[in-house]
């Protein structure tokens, strides 16, 4: 199975076109030594030819121009997307399905809950339908494994993950299962194992479990401390408000992987906030102490 990181940043990017925090200033005036990431999304496939992307980013045009096989060029119009799968309903991950337009129909995976948010509070799969039949929604059932056509050896198994719905959505104030999801993909003629979750707000035993079973586990790496948008000044929700879990302290990120001794670890969805983009930081030096790994837009995994 072939994974190319297309974007590795969180919402808004890095650095984030408004923010002077130390980060994405230091980033600009370059007294600070880190790379520019686009927002999350991967593209996973069998073959290295059908690409199933999971998130559509509002990055999406450079992302693909930046990965020649997403044009493989065999056809007047032609993309190496075969289908798209949505971890969540969030802006970030979606709003690239608008610059898809172009190509529709695509064949788009995600669960009820997603489904309802982009068809009442952001409707893009209403709007679409104007652009030659829009998205087709095929719906993800909650823990039932299921294979995409194009890319036939791999197998997706959805986990529901705790989060909070977008601001836009219908049952913002009331989780339910499926707002946001994990997946496990299986490639069943390599045996490779990958665990992806940009979105975790908590691992239990049971996740823990499943993650124990993973060759790679691709993990959300938003944030340093719950806290950390405070201390940079920019803004007053914590990590956890927003359904991510931070990397330091008690009971943290780097705790949970640290039980995990066999497998790769990357972090990925990394806020522009966070202290690891900093490659001469002492929280890049302890990762690195750890062997865990920060995802940048160009890696790529084999498995
Ligand atoms: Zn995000
Ligand atoms: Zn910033």
């Not at 072939?2 to 980033?27: D, E, H, K, R, T």
């Not at 600070?32 to 069998?46: E, G, K």
């Not at 990055?59 to 993309?79: E, H, K, N, V, Y």
């Not at 707002?179 to 992806?196: A, P, Q, R, W």
Request: aromatic fraction near 6%; charge should be negative; charged fraction near 20%.
């Amino acid at each position: 199975m072939f994974v190319q990181i297309l974007g590795s940043a969180a919402g808004g990017g890095f650095p984030q076109w408004n923010c002077n925090c130390a980060n994405c200033a230091g980033f600009r005036n370059g007294s600070l030594r880190a790379t520019a990431r686009t927002q999350s999304s991967i593209a996973i496939s069998d073959d290295g030819v059908n690409w199933v992307l999971c998130n559509a980013s509002p990055d999406i045009r450079a992302q693909l121009q930046s990965f020649a096989p997403m044009q493989p060029g065999r056809a007047l119009r032609d993309t190496g997307i075969s289908a798209i799968i949505l971890m969540d309903s969030q802006i970030d991950h979606t709003t690239g399905l608008l610059s898809l337009r172009e190509g529709c129909p695509h064949q788009v995976w995600c669960t009820d809950m997603v489904h309802e948010d982009l068809t009442t509070g952001f409707p893009l799969f209403t709007m679409l339908t104007h652009w030659n039949g829009g998205l087709s929604w095929n719906r993800i059932e909650l823990d039932r494994s299921f294979t995409i056509l194009a890319c036939p050896s791999l197998r997706f198994t959805p986990l529901p993950l705790r989060s909070a719905a977008p601001p836009y959505s219908p049952h913002r104030f009331d989780p339910h299962p499926g707002d946001n999801i994990g997946l496990i993909v299986e490639d069943l003629n390599t045996g490779g194992k990958l665990f992806y979750a940009p979105g975790l707000g908590k691992v239990d035993a049971p996740l823990l479990e499943i993650m124990a079973g993973s060759d790679c586990l691709l993990v959300d790496g938003t944030m340093w401390d719950d806290d950390e948008m405070q201390r940079r000044g920019v803004g007053t929700r914590t990590g956890r408000e927003m359904g991510h879990l931070a990397q330091s302290g008690p009971g943290g990120m780097l705790e949970v992987l640290e039980q995990l001794p066999k497998q790769r670890k990357v972090l990925i969805h990394i806020n522009n906030t966070n202290p690891i983009l900093d490659e001469d930081s002492p929280e890049r030096a302890e990762l690195a102490r750890r062997k865990v790994e920060v995802a940048y837009d160009g890696m790529s995994i084999v498995l």
